[in-house]
């Protein structure tokens, strides 16, 4: 099946330092959203694109639509301990995920 | 509070044995899927509905059966266990198949297959 190549895969990260991850396919999607998943719960969006080029500020979060409609990017400014968790992109149609990529933020 | 609810939370299974995972949301959402959440693999599709009485295969459908009977319910069933079916499984919920809005997801059920 389709996968969402989600990187990095993991993140160790000091408090107050910004992050970044992308998530990129072989095939056009028209639209893309972020998940975050605290330990033991399910994913919780963060935020939906639906234009390419789209960019989308929610708080110290900011998520891209890339041009091609084949990426996107998830950007944290200024992390702190609550971030801590696993990100997930996915496909509009809720078909595909991509892998996560785990961060961890050091006090 | 409104939202998707799983029951259990835990179980373990014997190999062979069979099990209904229930999933429940009261949003008045039509379209609900099924999950399985396994280490370094993301979230796999195993089958969803755009509605009551509809279903359809995801990618991982095989050794699963669901129905949907009601817009509320949206039972996920493994016929004869297999320790290959240990895995996190979610169950999401959104009011359109392109999860206009994203989706909603249970907290999850925690299978062991023994």
Redesign the interface.
Known sequence: ?QQ?N?SPQSMFIQEGEDVSMNCTSSSIF??W?W?KQDP??????LI?L?KAGELTSNGRLTAQFGITRKDSFLNISASIPSDVGIY?C?T?????????TSLTVIP | NAGVTQTPKFQVLKTGQSMTLQCAQDMNHEYMSWYRQDPGMGLRLIHYSVGAGITDQGEVPNGYNVSRSTTEDFPLRLLSAAPSQTSVYFCASSYSETGGLGYTFGSGTRLTVV
Do not use: S
Request: glycine share 26%.
């Open positions: 099946g969402l989600q028209n639209t959203l998940y033991g719960e399910g994913p919780v969006l939906a639906y997930f996915g509009g149609n809720q078909f595909y995920f991509g892998t996560g």
